[in-house]
C-alpha cells in the first residue's frame, strides 16, 4: 500500500506536497537533532491483509493514522487511491476501486467524509488519574528499537518508552502544535526504574525490495507481549498512543503497532 501511494502521489501531487507527505527530509542545521529523515504524517495498519488472497468482488479496507494538522493530507490519499481502479497494485497489478472514506473516532466510530474532513482526534499525555503498578503490552507488529546505534534485543522500558518519547514528540513538533512541555530527561530517569519483568517475543526476520533502487533492506523486529512494573502512572497514556503512532522504525511500513492488553492499578495496603 505504501508503494502504491508512493508511485500514484508522484503523478498526481505537485512535487512539494509529495516531498512533504511522503519523503519528508530536514533542511540542513534544523529540524530534530540527529534526523536528516522525518517521520511522515502517517502510518498504515494493513496487517489483516497478510496472507489474504483477494478474489473480484472482495472488500478490503485499510487503516491510515495522518497526523499532520495543518496541511490536507487525506484529499491526496483519496485521489491517490482512486487511481488504484486503472493502475492496480503488487506485482500482479490487481485492480481496486475506492468505494468509501471514512473517519474515525477514538471510540471506533466511522463517519463519512464530505468535502473535508472533521476534528482530528485527540489523546490525552496526562496522567493516569490513580495510580498504576503494572501494564502489559503486545508489539501487533514487528517492532525494532534502537539503542546505542544497535537493534535492542529486549524491549526495557527505559529505551521502549525513549523512542517512543521521541516519535511522539518529533511528530508533534512538526504536525502539531510544536515541541511538547515537558521535561525529558526527568522521565527518562523515571523511566529507568520501571522493570522488565516478563517478556514472551519471537524475532521475525523480512525484507523489502525498493522500486525506485532495486536493493533490498531488512524489515525485522520481535512480536509477542512484555510485561513492566513499577510506577507506571505517567507512563501508560504515552504506550497507549502507540497504537496511533507506533514506535521504532519502519513504522511507515506498519512496523511498531503497540497495544496495551492490561494495565493494573496499585493496590491499597493498610497495616
Aim: hydrophobic share 40%.
Amino acid at each position: 500500500m505504501r508503494g502504491a501511494l508512493g508511485v500514484l502521489l508522484k503523478q498526481l501531487a505537485p512535487p512539494t506536497v509529495f516531498e512533504r507527505i511522503y519523503r519528508p527530509a530536514a533542511a540542513p542545521g534544523s529540524g530534530p537533532s540527529g534526523l536528516s529523515d522525518l517521520p511522515r504524517p502517517f502510518v498504515f495498519r494493513v496487517a489483516h491483509l497478510d496472507g489474504r488472497t483477494l478474489v473480484p468482488g472482495d472488500v478490503l479496507w485499510i487503516d491510515a493514522h495522518v497526523f499532520d494538522l495543518h496541511r490536507p493530507v487525506l484529499p491526496y490519499f483519496a485521489e491517490a487511491f482512486t487511481q488504484l481502479a486503472t493502475a492496480g497494485i503488487g506485482p500482479e497489478r490487481g485492480r481496486a476501486r475506492l468505494v468509501a472514506l471514512e473517519q474515525l473516532d477514538l471510540e471506533d466510530r466511522p463517519s463519512a467524509l464530505e468535502s473535508s474532513p472533521g476534528p482530528p482526534c485527540t489523546v490525552s499525555l496526562e496522567p493516569e488519574p490513580s495510580a498504576v503498578e503494572s501494564v502489559t503490552v503486545r508489539f501487533a507488529s514487528p517492532t525494532e528499537l534502537k539503542s546505542a546505534g544497535h537493534p535492542a534485543d529486549r524491549p526495557e522500558f527505559a529505551i521502549l518508552f525513549a523512542r517512543l518519547r521521541d516519535r511522539i514528540s518529533t511528530l508533534h513538533t512538526l504536525y502539531g502544535d510544536g515541541p511538547l512541555p515537558l521535561d525529558f530527561r526527568d522521565m527518562g530517569e523515571r523511566a529507568a526504574h520501571i522493570a522488565l519483568t516478563r517478556c514472551n517475543l519471537t524475532w521475525e526476520k523480512s525484507s523489502r525490495r525498493s522500486t525506485r533502487t532495486g536493493q533490498r533492506h531488512p524489515l525485522g523486529g520481535f512480536l509477542g507481549e512484555a510485561e513492566y512494573q513499577g510506577v507506571l502512572t505517567e507512563f501508560l497514556p504515552w504506550l497507549r498512543a502507540a497504537q496511533w503512532t507506533g514506535v521504532g522504525r519502519h513504522t511507515v511500513w506498519g512496523h511498531g503497532d503497540l497495544r496495551v492488553v492490561a494495565a493494573q492499578n496499585a493496590r491499597v495496603r493498610s497495616l
